[in-house]
Nanobody, 114 residues
Framework: QVQLVESGGGLVQPGGSLRLSCAASGFTARSYAMSWYRQAPGKERELVAAISSIDGNTNYADSVKGRFTISRDNAKNTLYLQMNSLKPEDTAVYYC???????WGQGTQVTVSS
């Protein structure tokens, strides 16, 4: 069955970097549009970044443009989110998502604090 397992979250100081991973199983990730969402306490879940299936075209929320990069490793069937220049407002639980079928991972906590 379809499974998405995130990893790579943690505590980082402002200005630091983290790379989140989403290991996909039960399907070939490069054949589907995939995305990263995040949800901060008391806020709605928001789309952070997305990557298309056909040409790998990417899109980002305005709040993370120029700082975050979404990518795929087709050989590892894994989705990544490279996060640089992290800010306290990036603190949230980050979720991997497959649009078709609306599949979600369990989430990984990212905390940006000094």
């Amino acid at each position: 069955q379809v499974q998405l397992v995130e990893s790579g979250g943690g505590l980082v100081q402002p200005g630091g970097s983290l790379r989140l991973s989403c290991a996909a199983s039960g399907f070939t990730a490069r054949s589907y549009a995939m995305s990263w969402y995040r949800q901060a306490p008391g806020k709605e879940r928001e789309l952070v970044a997305a990557i298309s299936s056909i040409d790998g075209n990417t899109n980002y929320a305005d709040s993370v443009k120029g700082r975050f990069t979404i990518s795929r490793d087709n050989a590892k069937n894994t989705l990544y989110l490279q996060m640089n220049s992290l800010k306290p407002e990036d603190t949230a639980v980050y979720y991997c998502h497959r649009f078709r079928g609306d599949y979600w991972g369990q989430g990984t906590q990212v905390t940006v604090s000094s």
